[in-house]
């Protein structure tokens, strides 16, 4: 059964992306990234809609969340993988598309 730690479980709501600006994060819906304890997850931006698949890991002496997801960016299939770093209320990470772009971003704890 996997764990994760209780700090990553909740709603974050994602305030800065690398490569995308608040308007294109938030053009469906605000950006958004849901981690539950059974390890399950989903992230909604711009277009994309995509389940997750967490786990933690231990890289070196840090721990931290890893994810791959899997969904829809503007109805085209797509997947991809991240990692995240719970500081406080405070989500930083980074996400890779498969064959594709790839962020930074930041998250704030949230009750959405």
Avoid: N
Avoid at 74 to 84: K, V, Y
């Amino acid at each position: 059964m996997k764990r994760i730690d209780p700090e990553y479980v909740g709603t974050w709501r994602i305030k800065e992306m690398s490569s995308w600006d608040q308007d294109y994060m938030d053009e469906e819906a605000p950006a958004k990234l849901t981690i539950r304890a059974d390890g399950t997850g989903s992230l909604a931006f711009g277009y994309v809609q995509a389940e997750l698949d967490c786990r933690m890991d231990d890289v070196g002496v840090a721990e931290h969340l890893a994810f791959s997801f899997a969904g829809t960016d503007e109805m085209d299939e797509t997947s991809g993988r991240g990692w995240a770093v719970a500081i406080g209320k405070k989500l930083e990470g980074w996400l890779c598309f498969h064959l594709g772009e790839e962020s930074s971003f930041v998250a704030r704890k949230t009750k959405l």
